[in-house]
Structures are given as C-alpha cells and as structure tokens.
C-alpha cells in the first residue's frame, strides 16, 4: 500500500515497465526528472501541487522535516530543491 503521508518511505512508484520510456517521461513531466530507472529527482513545487488537499498544513509540515533530514544526505539538490527519490516498479 502506498501512502502519500509517509514521508520516511519516500518513493516514486511506476506502474509500467520501467525503462526510463518517453511515455514515463511524459506523465512525471514537471514533476520529476529521472536520472535513470533507480532514482530520479521529484520537484517539491509539483509534490504539493499533486497533493492537492491533502496538503494540509501538518502534511506540508512533514514535508518540510523529510526535506530538513534529507539535506545533509545529498538528497535535496540545492539549485532547484528537487528531492532524490528511489523508484520503484509497482
């Protein structure tokens, strides 16, 4: 099951075989830039925008802890704000 809430198992989850495809690419467009089929970097701007309501102000608070922990691990690029995530095939 995979929870939008739960900030310590932060992942992408593509339900497609997974090759990196135009078709992938398309659907995260502005949203999530892959660096190959095991990480890519997913735009915090797009996260809360596909958040939608359930953005509340306690999810946007974990956001910004997961992004606070995140940071010292590299994880966060710091040009953009983009956070790393591992992808996974579901």
């Known amino acids: 099951m995979h ?3 739960d900030f310590k ?3 992408v989850v593509v339900h497609a075989a997974l090759d990196v ?3 992938v690419l398309k659907d995260f467009a502005g949203t999530a830039r892959f ?3 095991q990480a890519c970097w997913v735009s915090q701007a797009g996260l809360r925008t596909l958040a ?3 953005a509340t102000p306690q999810w ?3 956001l910004d802890a997961m992004v606070s922990k995140a940071r010292p691990h ?3 690029d710091d040009s953009t704000g983009d956070i790393r995530a591992h992808v ?3």
């Open 60 to 62: 946007l608070a974990d």
């Open 88 to 90: 996974e095939r579901g």
């Open 35 to 37: 660096e190959d089929d």
């Open 3 to 5: 929870r939008p809430d």
């Open 74 to 76: 590299g994880w966060i």
């Open 21 to 23: 495809n135009d078709r």
């Open 52 to 54: 939608g309501p359930l």
């Open 9 to 11: 198992a932060f992942k």
